[in-house]
């Protein structure tokens, strides 16, 4: 007998009645004669079926045969029954006629071919059909002692580690270190958006085409899961995100006032950060694989060990977060000998030389290779090298909406040209307007597409 391979199985769910004597009648009705799985497979979900219909559709069984069957199947409640009146001539007759019950839909679907069924109709009820087998497993769960809290987070997890798992496992173009959050706009109608700088940065990358992987840490809370399946929508790889019970989804506030930077409050604890804490050889052979790195919010000493273990010959373009000057400066500082081009804005600038770092001096003179500074609606500035000049780029006039994620934006770009082959003149030039017209969508995690940036 040829072996049967595990993807020829479909997740079909048979729901039984409590009682095993019940479990027992249902088994021995539905499967001990082709009638009732022949009755069954004429129903429709939407439509009900008169005893007439019925007997016509199996005409090769006796009427006898048939009508015993219906009366099985309203018994075990697959079933419905109701009674018509119907004009036949001069008079009304009163018709029997069935439809499926919610039961009876997921027995009709056990013997049809999903294929085969109207697709919109089969999403609709795939849900429904989830929903109510987590009811009953909750239900059944509580009654041998298991806390719904236990449940939900062990069925979180499960959910989360299904779909990191169905991320691609083609070696990646580009991996990016960073955070995942949820921003809500207080202004502008109070909006939600799926974001976290990182995540921001991985999606945009994913939208230009490049392979891409998230490294960081998923809180296992529905938050969380709605973040990851965002994610995989857009395109990209999160098989190396760590899944986290300890951690709590980012929640992230901005008010956006007219004439000045939107004010950003983000809820996390600074000891549990919702970024990377250690490695594994998987990430660090993702990045050997890789042909960029992204490093953005995370620890310092991790995003050391991992350069150091990955080796040199890659891409890297790091763009530190404020904790990384005010708590790791030194840490800072010996990133820059494995040769990122470094992406600052104004405020960072600031921060760096309140510190007594010059910029780009100080970072040229500890091994960057190259220093963008950003400057929101005026431009940016690109330090090629210690030895050039800078070198001013202006960003065209745009009605902005909201500056959050630009600078996601300038940094997937600059990856994306610089991976294409431009010369980092262009790429810092072509970011810089992208960025710049980015500001006129509404929204942190901005839509961009290969036609936009090509």
């Known amino acids: 007998m040829p072996a049967v391979s595990s993807s020829n199985y479909w997740p079909f769910i048979v729901f039984m009645p409590v009682e095993a004597s019940e479990r027992a009648r249902y088994v021995s009705t539905l499967f001990s004669s082709p009638v009732a799985l022949e009755v069954l497979n004429i129903f429709k979900w939407d439509r009900s079926l008169c005893q007439g219909e019925v007997v016509r559709s199996l005409s090769h069984h006796s009427n006898k045969t048939t009508l015993t069957m219906l009366k099985r199947l309203v018994n075990l409640g697959i079933l419905s029954e109701e009674t018509r009146l119907e004009q036949r001539g001069n008079r009304r007759v009163k018709v029997k006629c069935y439809k499926l019950t919610e039961l009876g839909k ?3 679907l056990l013997f049809k071919d999903p294929k085969s069924l109207d697709r919109a109709l089969l999403k609709e009820n795939l849900v429904k059909l989830t929903l109510e087998f987590l009811n009953k497993f909750i239900e059944f769960s509580e009654e041998i002692g298991l806390s719904t809290k236990d449940q939900v987070d062990e069925i979180l997890a499960g959910a989360l580690g299904v779909v990191t798992e169905r991320s691609s496992k083609q070696s990646p173009d580009l991996v990016v270190f960073g955070s995942v959050a949820f921003d809500i706009y207080l ?5 939600v958006y799926p974001g976290g700088s990182g995540a921001n940065v991985a999606a945009v990358a994913s939208s230009l085409g490049l392979r891409t992987r998230l490294a960081t840490r998923i809180p296992v809370d529905p938050l969380g899961l709605q973040s990851v ?5 857009a395109g ?13 989804t980012t929640i ?3 008010i956006h006032e007219p004439l000045h930077s939107p004010k950003v409050s983000c809820s996390y ?5 919702p970024v990377l804490m250690n490695l594994n050889e998987e990430l660090i052979d993702s990045c050997r694989e890789s042909k960029a790195i992204y490093i953005g919010e995370g620890v310092n000493r991790v995003f050391i060990d991992l350069l150091r273990g990955v080796g040199g010959g890659k ?3 790091y763009r530190p977060h404020r904790l990384s000057i005010d708590l790791a400066l030194s840490e800072l500082m010996s990133i820059m000998s494995y040769g990122p081009v470094v992406v600052l804005n104004e405020d960072k600038v600031e921060a760096l030389e309140s510190r007594g770092v010059r910029v780009p001096g100080e970072l040229f003179k500890h091994g960057a ?9 005026k431009g940016s500035i690109l330090y090629e090298s210690p030895e050039s000049a800078p070198i001013e780029y202006r960003a065209p006039e745009v009605k902005a909406v909201d500056p959050l994620g630009a600078g996601d934006v300038f940094s997937a770009v600059l990856i994306y040209c610089l991976l294409k082959g431009l010369d980092l003149r262009s790429a810092v030039e072509k970011s810089t307007l992208k960025a710049s017209y980015s500001v006129t969508q509404l929204g942190p995690r901005k839509a961009l597409s290969v036609r936009d940036v090509e």
Do not use: M, Q
Request: include cysteine; proline fraction near 4%.
């Open 229 to 233: 399946v965002e994610l995989i929508e």
């Open 369 to 377: 290779r190259s220093v963008v500074v950003t400057k929101g609606f």
């Open 315 to 317: 891409l890297i373009v």
């Open 106 to 108: 997921w027995y009709n």
């Open 269 to 273: 604890d600074p000891l549990n950060p």
């Open 252 to 254: 992230c506030t901005a």
């Open 187 to 191: 202004s502008h109608g109070l909006r």
């Open 236 to 248: 990209v790889d999160v098989s190396l995100a760590e899944l986290s019970r300890d951690l709590k």
